[in-house]
């Protein structure tokens, strides 16, 4: 057996995951991406000698994860690149490069990822990022932060263009790395919640979700019905939060100020209902390893069923309104096109891939949570532009709105929130992957032989997702890359880390 | 057009009209009221601080490093530490940061941030500041954001977020300042004309919160320059920081 077959959530023993040579599984790898499958991790793993690879592949209509693996004797410097063949693997090559120092040979756009403090490659500096150059007599660059204009991430964006128009963009990241995956290993895993929620703010709850169900699982715990259904009120309102916040900075970057803050007023309203729940507008300390901390009792459960009524009213007017006007119109239709075959190979994620239409979403495909009693629908767009990525924020936050109002309406009776602790199953590797607001969250632990975890390592949807913002750009005036940006809204630190 | 002022009218009235004296919902982390009568040393909230904020006998928490989750509260057997909603959190001192038992907070409010004379004769009804983040979550860029929305409106006291180190007075540093990020904060204060503020906002730039360990930190900054004000909170809500700017402009 090539692969080693597990899902969402799910534990398995490393003694059954297959150990190939590199070329080996290189061969298996795009033998299987050939037939639909696409990489959901794909990382290192340091050994007493040399590196183990571990890769993980979706089979989403049959919502399954393969796992194999390749070892990586001391010395043994690289192997041949997969990306030639399955352009998706690009970063993820990058990334494992960068870590361990072993080539992929034949990676076309090699270049280095965040400049991790614990990079194999210490000489390379941050200053000396290779920017593609292009030249010719009216070719000119743009160069745009680390520091931007407003209140908004570190991150280096180089545009090459000619007169207004861009050829290419080049997106520099790495400023918000702070280490978080060596951290994650040290010490005991269970003290991790708040260092997850501080990976990214605005996917707080996303990110512990994933955490979360990754222990319980390894653990054996079980979740009450009630905290379950609490945990996925509270992810949908993070992505209906974030929707509203994305929606509120495109109508700004248009000038529509009334959808500017209409939309801004509106997200209060849902990251208050949060504060309602746990003391907190972004639901930290909400979610914690057994279940949840807080509880929303009768009293509570009507103030937000009211809130989320009035939420939804609010949304339907001012997307009415907004989806109407010819002046926002005009400039978020036919801008920043991503079509369906070039997210397909670069293997984009979430809301952007979905207007781009593709058809992933994990709450449907590896269905985890709530949505394995109730589940959520896909929805897609095809146009792949602005208002595609635009409109599916306005289609999924009613979506998720209706889905928030029928959990609360029939919120299952109470029941343990909190579960108690088990021991991690040692020798093992666990997968847990959440569709966070931005798209698909994984997780992945590696335990050791005492039941401590070994390795931890994160995907963030934004990792998939910048280069599609790269590709959007491309034959675009320099003067839409802002509502390019916007209708992405990826995250520096999720891909930073 | 109908639409259009359907949307105006269903707005309606969003901010607050009275920030000082504006309240945070009850279920909100603030100041924390400690109690060392009935603390009986068991250490379990020391065990579950994930930033080391919380030291014991007599009780202390560090609202420099606290993260405000609230952990230290629910493993406490006795309620000795328990969090009120009472935000107004900000310090001109450090020290300042660190509370015990007999710690007012509205006393705190007054002794903390004390308003010095050139700072409000400069800056008093005009404060342009320009935000770096460096190494943060999102959580505090965003809620600096919300500071200017059409709820909290902080530009009605005449503080506003510039889009040029060139055009502001000082600087506002959210996160735990990455190692890569290091030289453009330092730059970008640098670049901003003299006299000027610097403002550490959150757990994270204040004292490197949950990150405080990590090697991939840089922090030399706060050695070299001095920090005009402290705004505590994980994140800091929007009246936290409204309110500390303006006690700390005089106002």
Not at chain 1, 226 to 249: D, F, K, N, P, Y
Not at chain 2, 102 to 107: A, L, Y
Request: aromatic share 8%; charged share 20%; proline share 5%.
């Amino acid at each position: 057996m090539s692969w080693a077959v597990t899902g969402n959530n799910q534990t398995i023993e490393l003694a059954s995951i297959p150990v190939k040579t590199p070329a080996e599984l290189c061969t298996e790898i795009i033998e299987q991406c050939r037939r639909g499958a696409r990489p959901v991790a794909f990382f290192g793993h340091k050994q007493s000698s040399g590196v183990r690879l571990f890769v993980i592949l979706a089979n989403d209509p049959r919502s399954e994860l393969m796992a194999s693996s390749a070892t990586f004797a001391e010395g043994e410097k690289s192997y041949p690149s997969i990306t030639s063949e399955i352009p998706a693997f690009h970063l993820f090559e990058r990334e494992f490069y960068e870590d361990t120092g072993i080539r992929p040979e034949g990676h076309p756009w090699l270049k280095p990822v965040r400049f991790s403090h614990n990079r194999a490659d210490q000489s390379a500096k941050m200053a000396d990022y290779p920017f593609f150059k292009v030249e010719g007599e009216s070719v000119h660059e743009v160069g745009v932060g680390p520091v931007h204009a407003g209140v908004i991430e570190p991150g280096h964006f180089r545009f090459m263009c000619s007169g207004e128009k861009v050829h290419h963009l080049e997106i520099h990241l790495g400023y918000q790395h702070r280490g978080i995956e060596p951290a994650m290993a040290d010490g005991s895993i269970w003290k991790k919640s708040k260092l997850v929620e501080s990976i990214a703010g605005d996917s707080a709850i996303a990110n512990s979700l994933a955490y979360s169900s990754l222990l319980e699982s390894a653990a054996g715990i079980e979740v009450s019905a009630r905290a379950t259904a609490i945990r996925t009120l509270a992810l949908e309102l993070e992505r209906v939060a974030l929707h509203m916040s994305s929606m509120s900075g495109l109508c700004g970057d248009v000038g529509d100020l009334t959808g500017n803050t209409f939309f801004g007023a509106t997200r209060t309203y849902v990251i208050n209902s949060l504060l309602d729940i746990c003391g907190s507008r972004f639901g930290y300390s909400l979610i914690r390893p057994g279940g949840v901390n807080f509880n929303i009792d009768a009293e509570l459960s009507v103030k937000l069923l009211k809130t989320l009524e009035m939420v939804r009213e609010r949304v339907f007017l001012i997307g009415e309104r907004t989806f109407n006007m010819p002046g926002v119109l005009s400039r978020f239709q036919h801008t920043g096109i991503v079509d369906d075959k070039t997210a397909e190979q670069i293997n984009m994620v979430g809301i952007t891939a979905r207007a781009s239409g593709l058809k992933r979403d994990i709450r449907a495909d590896h269905p985890f949570g709530f949505y394995r009693l109730y589940p959520a629908y896909k929805l897609t767009l095809d146009s792949g532009d602005v208002f595609a990525r635009a409109y599916m924020r306005y289609l999924e936050a009613k979506r998720s709105l209706g889905y928030m109002i029928d959990l609360l309406s029939g919120l299952p009776p109470g029941g343990q929130l909190l579960a108690e602790r088990g021991s991690l199953k040692p020798d093992s590797m666990t997968v847990s992957m959440v569709e966070g607001p931005r798209g698909e969250l994984v997780h992945v632990m590696i335990t050791g032989a005492n039941g401590e975890a070994v390795r931890y390592k994160f995907k963030d949807p934004s990792f998939n997702n910048w280069f599609g913002l790269a590709l959007a750009v491309r034959g675009e005036g320099v003067s839409d890359f802002p509502i390019c940006n916007k209708s992405f809204d990826l995250s520096y630190c999720g891909y930073d880390l | 057009m109908f639409d259009a002022i359907k949307v105006r009218i269903k707005q309606g009235k969003q901010y607050i009209s009275d920030v000082k004296r504006a309240e945070v919902n009850p279920k909100f982390r603030g100041f924390p009221k400690l109690d060392d009568k009935t603390c009986t040393s068991c250490g379990n909230c020391t065990g579950v601080c994930p930033s080391g904020a919380v030291t014991g006998r007599p009780l202390k928490i560090d609202m420099g490093k606290c993260t405000f989750c609230g952990d230290c509260q629910r493993a406490c057997p006795n309620q000795s530490i328990q969090f009120t909603n009472f935000h107004k959190l900000s310090a001109d001192r450090r020290e300042a940061l660190i509370v015990n038992e007999k710690t007012d907070p509205n006393q705190y409010t007054v002794d903390a941030v004390q308003a010095r004379h050139e700072i409000k004769r400069l800056f008093g009804r005009s404060l342009k500041l320009r935000s770096v983040s460096a190494g943060g979550c999102n959580g505090c860029e965003l809620e600096l954001n919300a500071c200017s929305n059409v709820n909290f409106d902080m530009t009605r006291f005449g503080i506003e977020i510039v889009a040029s180190p060139r055009h502001a007075d000082g600087i506002v540093i959210t996160g735990p300042v990455s190692e890569n990020m290091a030289y453009a904060l330092e730059d970008t204060l640098l670049a901003v004309p003299s006299p000027r503020i610097i403002i550490a906002m959150g757990t994270c730039a204040i004292s490197g919160g949950v990150f405080q360990n990590s090697p991939a930190l840089n922090r030399k900054f706060f050695d070299k320059y001095k920090i005009d004000l402290y705004v505590p909170g994980c994140p800091v809500h929007p009246l936290t920081f409204i309110n500390g700017v303006l006690r700390f402009l005089g106002r």
